[in-house]
């Protein structure tokens, strides 16, 4: 991402509306994962630091962030309680002589041109019965200014995650969409943008504090559902992953 797409996370991701309520449903998937007590998770592309409080609640955290100035961030806001490397995917990915219960990928696989690749090294790290835990970007259709912000590569659907996980020696344990409530809403917003030929600001600065608990509410209320079902839609597609010679 650009210094300014870290700048701008580090500024908001402890209070935006999507940064939260992503944390509470993911959150509430982990609850149900039933991971060992002394579970060992890595967080790959760990950003400037969002979501380590809420993975140390399941386990011991380590991360890779392979973005200097996200590092930084990472360890005044942390205080230094978690071990970060740098390290890029999928050649250069530390902690090598370690294994892990859970690898966590929270929107960065879209980032990698490798990504079949990326998710075979991973497997390589992956404890007996370990899974890997991914959130991407869902829809090609929904590309927006956004999107080229953020330097994604691609969006997903099931089926293109699955072609990504599949080669890699990776099955699915569960697929689900979520942020489905406001998909009407942010599709809505797409259609006329791309009727009026009009790019949406890139901005993903926090709306006034009516709107951004509304939406939070919203969003975060999908974690009940999650606990047992899966979504058919959502701006967002979650993948748990598992060595196919496990499942």
């Known amino acids: 991402m650009t210094p300014a797409a870290y700048l701008e996370m ?11 309520a992503r944390r509470a449903v993911i959150g509430s998937v982990l609850d149900g994962l039933k991971l060992p007590r002394t579970a060992r998770i890595l967080e790959v592309g760990s950003g400037t630091s969002g979501n380590l409080d809420m993975l140390a609640r399941h386990g011991r955290v380590s991360a890779i962030e392979m973005d200097e100035t996200a590092r930084k961030i990472s360890a005044e806001k942390t205080g230094g309680r978690f071990d970060i490397r740098p390290g890029v995917c999928p050649r250069d990915i530390p902690f090598p002589d370690e294994k892990f219960d859970l690898i966590c990928m929270f929107d960065v696989l879209e980032h990698i041109d490798e990504a079949s690749q990326t998710l075979a090294a991973l497997r390589e790290r ?3 019965g370990g899974r890997i835990l991914v959130t991407v970007p869902a829809y090609q259709w929904m590309w927006s200014v956004h999107d ?27 697929m689900t969409y979520f942020n489905m409530f406001l998909f009407p809403l942010a599709a ?25 608990a509304m939406f939070r509410a919203i969003f975060g209320s999908e974690r009940h559902l999650l606990k047992s079902l899966n979504l058919p839609f959502g701006l967002s597609l979650m993948g748990v992953l598992r060595a196919a010679d496990e499942a």
């Open 10 to 20: 580090a500024e908001t991701e402890d209070q935006h509306w999507w940064y939260v």
């Open 126 to 128: 992956l404890a007996p």
């Open 148 to 174: 080229e912000f953020v330097h994604h590569k691609r969006r997903y659907t099931r089926s293109a995650l699955l072609k990504q996980a599949n080669p890699a020696g990776l099955v699915a344990e569960r």
């Open 188 to 212: 809505s917003m797409r259609f006329v943008d791309s009727l009026l030929g009009r790019k949406s600001a890139s901005c993903i600065g926090t709306p006034t504090p009516a709107v951004n």
